[in-house]
């Protein structure tokens, strides 16, 4: 299978080509990332990177809203040891089967 063809499969939409211009201290550096990270090419270096940056920002938007949101129960040694309850008692989490 080809790359365009798994990456339509895996990300179902089309591809669009963008080209940037990096100084050389910078494209030197992105080379020698896709050489030791086992890159194919330049491009799937910097599609990893948007991704992560992605999800970095989903994550700090649900980190925000949890910090806006109203304060409920302390989670001290109590609110863990209810927990524990819980999974224990619960005989789907039981991963023996």
Same mark, same amino acid.
């Given at each position: *299978? $080809?790359?365009? +063809?798994?990456?339509?499969?895996?990300? &179902?939409?089309? *591809?669009?080509? *963008? +080209?940037? $211009?990096? &100084?050389?201290?910078?494209?030197?550096?992105?080379?020698?990332?896709?050489?030791?990270?086992?890159? @194919?090419?330049? $491009?799937?270096?910097? =599609?990893?990177?948007?991704?992560?940056?992605?999800? =970095? #920002?989903? #994550?700090?938007? #649900?980190?925000?809203? @949890?910090?806006?949101?109203? &304060?409920?129960?302390? %989670?001290?040694?109590?609110?863990?040891? @209810? #927990? =524990?309850?819980?999974? =224990? +008692?619960?005989?789907? %989490?039981?991963?023996? @089967?």
């Amino acid at each position: *299978m $080809s790359l365009a +063809n798994f990456c339509q499969k895996t990300y &179902p939409c089309t *591809m669009s080509t *963008m +080209n940037i $211009s990096l &100084p050389d201290t910078l494209k030197s550096f992105v080379d020698e990332q896709v050489s030791q990270r086992g890159y @194919g090419t330049s $491009s799937e270096y910097v =599609r990893e990177l948007i991704r992560k940056d992605q999800e =970095r #920002l989903q #994550l700090r938007s #649900l980190l925000l809203a @949890g910090a806006a949101s109203a &304060p409920t129960a302390p %989670a001290d040694v109590g609110y863990f040891d @209810g #927990l =524990r309850d819980r999974v =224990r +008692n619960n005989p789907k %989490a039981d991963a023996r @089967g």
